[in-house]
């Protein structure tokens, strides 16, 4: 087993063929498929299904992705420790759905111009599942949405990079009081993310914290058909400030003030502990990030 049949495998499965990994690594097909069947061989196990199209992973093939970025990683931290300069590579990072709509083009934007040899691969995605893929390997780095105290399992470090704040919103048209208790919104109807969602979860948190009914009008991915959905009478909505502030639609929105329910979710980065190579795109990633949420209004 080598590293050069490790990178194949590793490419193989990010680039989804055997043609696009060949590509990638400047060798052949045929030497990129030798080198998959000589891991394969060495592990005793299928890594790949070469029925699919594209091929996809096994279940061991699973596993082995993830220790596969594990050791690839350690590999190019081994180099920089001795003075290799940075020649650049893949970064992978994923965002919340919310930060996503908040910042996530002008963060790319800003990386690409610190960091040029750099390829960026973004993905979005709940926070969980995300925090999962940084342990595993399978992410460099996320940018997630939990609460204030959060505290990062082993083999992950976490940066808070600010405040984001959760208000209520109703059409304009919507007869409710300038303020109310949370009790005053049972019954009514959310037009909400699906379930996984931190802003949701603490929502229905609230609701069952005070014995209170929790009715989900409508879910919908995104908050732009969110808040058309919200403008149209739908149902109530429950956005970030940030989110409520770029909306076009905000004229048509009216914030609704809940004496009683004041929610703060922290936004983090979260990324895996000496990984030396990522210094200097962690440390834009992070800038970028805080600046963007500074602008965005979001942090309170």
Not at 94 to 118: C, F, S
Request: charged share 25%; net charge positive; aromatic share 6%.
């Amino acid at each position: 087993m080598t590293l050069q049949e490790i990178s194949a495998f590793a490419a193989v499965v990010e680039t989804g063929s055997v043609g696009a990994a060949a590509r990638r690594l400047h060798l052949t097909q045929p030497a990129v498929s030798r080198r998959l069947q000589s891991l394969e061989d060495s592990l005793g196990e299928l890594l790949l299904d070469r029925h699919s199209k594209p091929p996809k992973p096994t279940a061991a093939g699973r596993r082995a992705y993830g220790l596969a970025r594990r050791l690839l990683a350690a590999a190019d931290d081994l180099k920089l420790a001795f003075g290799a300069p940075e020649t650049g590579g893949e970064f992978r990072f994923g965002a919340t759905p919310r930060l996503t709509e908040l910042v996530l083009a002008e963060v790319i934007a800003q990386l690409r111009r610190d960091h040029p040899k750099w390829e960026l691969h973004a993905s979005t995605g709940w926070s969980d599942p995300l925090l999962e893929r940084v342990l595993a390997g399978t992410l460099d780095a996320a940018a997630l949405s939990l609460p204030l105290d959060f505290q990062p399992p082993a083999g992950v470090e976490a940066r808070r990079l600010g405040v984001l704040g959760g208000c209520v919103v109703a059409a304009r048209s919507e007869r409710l009081p300038s303020a109310l208790a949370l009790e005053g919104l049972a019954g009514r109807g959310w037009i909400l993310n699906n379930d996984g969602c931190s802003l949701r979860g603490t929502l229905q948190q609230a609701f069952k914290a005070r014995g209170l009914p929790f009715e989900v009008a409508a879910e919908a991915a995104g908050a732009d058909l969110q808040l058309s959905l919200v403008a149209g009478g739908a149902g109530l909505g429950f956005v970030t400030e940030g989110v409520l502030q770029r909306s076009p639609l905000r004229k048509k929105l009216r914030r609704v003030e809940v004496r009683d329910f004041k929610p703060k979710l922290g936004a983090w980065l979260a990324f895996r502990p000496g990984s030396s190579r990522f210094q200097g795109l962690l440390e834009s990633l992070r800038g970028a990030l805080e600046r963007s949420l500074a602008s965005s209004r979001g942090p309170a």
